[in-house]
């Protein structure tokens, strides 16, 4: 692992009553490929919607290249995740209403990019994913794998430093969800962006350089799989 | 089946409830008064203002009163389709328990009957107020008779009527929904609209054309009235063309984000929006028309009638965008909770709350203010062909419209604002983990 680029110290969250983290500590570095699992209701999307600034967290410190992301105004946060910051989320949500190529480039055209320049890289994205084919195509016309590598495409478009994927495989199949995880992960490792991947699933967590486990709030660290192979 | 009836429209919450009795109450208080100046006799007894009072226009007058349940069955259109996923998780639930597709039909009815009936009795209320603001001693221009009232079987008609027609309303929101036990279908999506309205305008363009060949005075008040009417339907049954249209031309165009959300919205499913914004055109319509007439009446005469009845004009139509103000915000309430998956992603890829809010207006505006502008046009041409324009009344219309279209931007700008509670509910990370 080079330099940290993420950190979180002690962060709580809660909801109402319910306390989702409780002091949630990690860091991920620059180019790292990190899997967060841990049991249903351990808090892992609400530790990844704080590491990636949608949520603020009432407690504890979220550090991002030096600055402190907890400390920053909903505009200046808005701002960062839209510049820096790739979200895959475990259903797409894509933009119902457009197609695919569109909903690529529309991170793009929220930077002020000319049209034609917006769709173009949109097109090579999908290209690379292997969705170019589904280009015109509109959300409710895609398979669910396809759906995904154009949520992908949209989240790595604006060439982001870090990648948030929440259950990016929960709603795949088996062979549909190894696609969509290599294509993930091949396109991040190209592009140097760190990965936070939140999932149950341990055959997905394997493929990360190191996996943190979750529990009741609270990380659990362990040795990483490539250490643990013989 | 009642009781559950009840049951289901009190889960459909407060807002739904309210706006669909305060609707039909308007509408039953408006055609109360309709009723009632249809019973005036030729000599009244008391002194009203002579567009209720002189026999020659209580037909125009009860005309205006009627078209002005226009805007707010279009409310009550929108009120009906509120929070339509969470009833439709209900419905399919009762499916579920056993119940038939002519049950929910039943219960949908039933949904809508409660409120609307009791809407409807209360609009005795509304009619008793209108009579007491606008007829009493109190009101300086008298518009609303207290020497005669509507029999008591001409109130259970109205009443019954109304309660019936928010039903109908109702049912025509969600005639395109199946209900399974397995969840809520929607019928195949229509094809993109078609400019037929048009041919409502052709025949009302006859209707005008037929009065340069001398009719009769009473014909022709009776043709001006239809071919008005048939000119608000035509532009009404135009606005979801004019939306497509408008928001194609600009989706092909713009570099803008929030108007590709918003013009992409409208081109997928142009008629929600565009029947939010159909009254929009019938009130520019009536304005365009009123535009076009008002300089050449004003400057003719020093009669104060002209004066009052043209302010009358312009206090009715700012009523009407008041309606249309909630009409427009019900839909984008409505609109926002739909989308609510994608638009919480949007944000939490780096949309802000401003820029949602940009693409809602624009959503609406690209419908709207088209069909607003077509609607000023066709008043313009419609009365100016008449032979009503002047250098004066030229600089008039251009004025008329300009305001038009201001106080339609204006209508847009509160319905949105009206919503920030709503777009800030569609962007909370919890509507990221729905399917």
Request: hydrophobic residues 55%.
């Given at each position: 692992?080079?330099?940290v680029?993420?950190?979180a110290h002690?962060?709580?969250?809660?909801?109402?009553?319910?306390?989702?983290l409780?002091?949630?500590?990690?860091?991920?570095?620059?180019?790292?490929?990190?899997?967060v699992?841990?049991?249903?209701?351990?808090?892992?999307?609400t530790?990844?919607?704080?590491?990636?600034?949608?949520?603020?967290?009432?407690?504890?410190?979220?550090?991002?290249?030096?600055?402190?992301?907890?400390?920053?105004?909903?505009?200046?946060?808005?701002r960062l995740?839209?510049?820096?910051?790739?979200?895959?989320?475990?259903?797409?949500?894509?933009?119902?209403?457009?197609?695919?190529?569109?909903?690529?480039?529309?991170p793009?055209?929220?930077?002020?990019?000319?049209?034609?320049a917006?769709?173009?890289s949109?097109?090579?994205?999908l290209?690379?994913?292997?969705?170019?084919?589904?280009?015109?195509?509109?959300?409710?016309?895609?398979?669910?794998g396809?759906?995904?590598?154009?949520?992908?495409?949209?989240?790595?478009?604006?060439?982001?430093?870090?990648?948030?994927?929440?259950?990016?495989t929960?709603?795949?199949?088996?062979v549909?969800?190894?696609?969509?995880?290599?294509?993930?992960?091949?396109?991040?490792?190209?592009?140097?962006?760190?990965?936070?991947?939140?999932?149950?699933?341990?055959?997905?967590?394997?493929?990360?350089?190191?996996?943190i486990?979750?529990?009741d709030?609270v990380?659990?660290?362990?040795?990483?799989?490539?250490?643990?192979t013989? | 089946?009642?009781?559950?009836?009840?049951?289901?429209?009190?889960?459909?919450?407060?807002?739904?409830?309210?706006?669909?009795?305060?609707?039909?109450?308007?509408?039953?208080?408006?055609?109360?008064?309709?009723?009632?100046?249809?019973?005036?006799p030729?000599?009244?007894?008391?002194?009203l203002?002579?567009?209720?009072?002189?026999?020659?226009?209580?037909g125009?007058?009860?005309?205006?009163?009627?078209?002005?349940?226009?805007?707010?069955?279009?409310?009550?259109?929108?009120?009906?389709?509120?929070?339509?996923?969470?009833?439709e998780?209900?419905?399919?639930?009762l499916?579920?328990?056993?119940?038939?597709?002519?049950?929910?039909?039943?219960?949908?009815a039933?949904?809508?009957?409660?409120p609307?009936s009791?809407?409807?009795?209360?609009?005795?209320?509304?009619?008793?107020?209108?009579?007491?603001?606008?007829?009493?001693?109190?009101?300086?221009?008298?518009?609303?008779?207290?020497?005669?009232?509507?029999a008591?079987?001409?109130?259970?008609?109205?009443?019954?009527?109304?309660t019936?027609?928010?039903?109908a309303?109702?049912?025509?929101?969600s005639?395109?929904?199946?209900?399974?036990?397995?969840?809520?279908t929607?019928?195949?999506?229509?094809?993109?609209?078609?400019?037929?309205?048009a041919?409502?305008?052709?025949?009302?363009?006859?209707?005008?054309?037929?009065?340069?060949?001398?009719?009769?005075?009473q014909?022709?008040?009776?043709?001006?009235?239809?071919?008005?009417?048939?000119?608000?339907?035509?532009?009404?049954?135009?606005?979801?063309w004019?939306?497509?249209?408008?928001?194609?031309?600009?989706?092909?165009?713009?570099?803008?984000?929030?108007?590709?959300?918003?013009?992409?919205?409208?081109?997928?499913?142009?008629?929600?929006?565009?029947?939010?914004?159909?009254?929009?055109?019938?009130?520019?319509?009536?304005?365009?028309?009123?535009?076009?007439?008002?300089?050449p009446a004003?400057?003719?005469?020093?009669?104060?009638?002209?004066?009052?009845?043209?302010?009358?004009?312009?206090?009715?139509?700012?009523?009407?965008?008041?309606?249309?103000?909630?009409?427009?915000?019900?839909?984008?309430?409505?609109?926002?909770?739909?989308?609510?998956?994608?638009?919480?992603?949007?944000?939490?890829?780096?949309?802000?709350?401003?820029?949602?809010?940009?693409?809602?207006?624009?959503?609406?505006?690209?419908?709207?203010?088209?069909?607003?502008?077509?609607?000023?046009l066709?008043?313009?041409?419609?009365?100016?062909?008449?032979?009503?324009?002047?250098?004066?009344?030229?600089?008039?219309q251009?004025?008329?419209?300009?305001?038009?279209l201001?106080?339609?931007?204006?209508?847009?700008?509160?319905?949105?604002?009206?919503?920030?509670?709503?777009?800030?509910?569609?962007?909370?990370?919890?509507?990221?983990?729905?399917?």
């Amino acid at each position: 692992m080079t330099g940290v680029l993420l950190a979180a110290h002690a962060v709580r969250k809660a909801f109402g009553r319910t306390e989702a983290l409780r002091g949630a500590t990690l860091s991920i570095g620059d180019g790292e490929v990190v899997a967060v699992t841990g049991p249903s209701g351990s808090g892992k999307s609400t530790l990844l919607m704080c590491l990636a600034g949608v949520l603020r967290p009432e407690a504890g410190r979220v550090e991002y290249g030096g600055r402190r992301l907890d400390e920053l105004s909903e505009r200046d946060r808005t701002r960062l995740r839209r510049r820096e910051f790739g979200l895959v989320l475990q259903f797409g949500q894509l933009v119902p209403e457009l197609t695919a190529a569109q909903n690529v480039a529309l991170p793009l055209l929220f930077e002020r990019h000319e049209r034609a320049a917006a769709m173009r890289s949109a097109l090579a994205w999908l290209e690379r994913l292997g969705a170019d084919d589904v280009a015109s195509a509109r959300p409710g016309e895609l398979s669910g794998g396809e759906a995904q590598r154009v949520a992908i495409a949209r989240a790595l478009v604006t060439g982001p430093r870090v990648i948030f994927a929440d259950e990016p495989t929960g709603a795949l199949d088996t062979v549909s969800g190894d696609r969509v995880l290599n294509a993930l992960l091949t396109a991040a490792r190209a592009s140097y962006a760190s990965v936070v991947l939140v999932t149950h699933d341990n055959r997905v967590a394997a493929h990360a350089d190191r996996e943190i486990v979750l529990r009741d709030g609270v990380v659990e660290p362990v040795a990483s799989p490539a250490a643990a192979t013989p | 089946m009642i009781r559950v009836g009840v049951t289901l429209t009190r889960a459909g919450g407060w807002p739904r409830m309210l706006l669909v009795g305060g609707c039909t109450a308007v509408v039953t208080g408006l055609l109360l008064v309709v009723v009632a100046i249809l019973r005036l006799p030729a000599e009244p007894a008391e002194r009203l203002f002579a567009l209720v009072g002189e026999p020659g226009l209580r037909g125009g007058t009860t005309f205006a009163t009627a078209m002005l349940c226009v805007p707010a069955l279009l409310l009550l259109y929108q009120a009906v389709r509120l929070g339509t996923a969470a009833r439709e998780r209900r419905l399919a639930a009762l499916r579920l328990a056993g119940a038939t597709p002519g049950d929910v039909r039943a219960l949908g009815a039933v949904e809508v009957a409660l409120p609307a009936s009791v809407g409807s009795v209360a609009g005795i209320g509304v009619y008793g107020l209108l009579r007491l603001v606008l007829g009493g001693e109190l009101a300086e221009v008298r518009l609303v008779p207290t020497s005669v009232a509507p029999a008591w079987w001409q109130m259970l008609i109205v009443v019954v009527g109304v309660t019936g027609l928010g039903v109908a309303v109702g049912l025509l929101a969600s005639r395109r929904v199946v209900v399974t036990p397995l969840g809520v279908t929607r019928r195949e999506a229509p094809p993109p609209p078609r400019p037929w309205g048009a041919l409502l305008l052709a025949v009302a363009a006859g209707g005008f054309a037929t009065l340069r060949t001398g009719v009769p005075r009473q014909v022709a008040y009776a043709i001006v009235f239809a071919a008005i009417a048939v000119t608000v339907l035509g532009i009404v049954s135009l606005a979801p063309w004019i939306a497509y249209r408008s928001a194609r031309y600009v989706l092909n165009r713009t570099a803008s984000p929030t108007l590709t959300l918003a013009a992409s919205r409208i081109v997928a499913e142009p008629r929600p929006v565009a029947r939010a914004a159909a009254a929009v055109g019938g009130i520019a319509l009536v304005a365009g028309g009123a535009g076009t007439t008002a300089t050449p009446a004003l400057q003719q005469t020093d009669d104060p009638f002209y004066l009052v009845s043209y302010l009358l004009v312009a206090a009715v139509l700012l009523v009407a965008l008041v309606m249309v103000v909630g009409t427009l915000a019900v839909h984008a309430a409505e609109s926002l909770l739909d989308r609510k998956r994608s638009i919480a992603a949007l944000a939490a890829l780096g949309t802000s709350v401003q820029e949602m809010e940009r693409a809602q207006f624009a959503e609406i505006a690209l419908a709207a203010l088209p069909v607003a502008a077509a609607g000023a046009l066709l008043g313009t041409i419609a009365l100016g062909g008449l032979g009503f324009v002047t250098p004066l009344s030229a600089a008039v219309q251009l004025l008329t419209l300009a305001l038009t279209l201001g106080l339609v931007w204006l209508a847009i700008e509160l319905a949105v604002r009206a919503t920030r509670p709503w777009v800030r509910r569609a962007t909370s990370v919890e509507n990221l983990r729905t399917a």
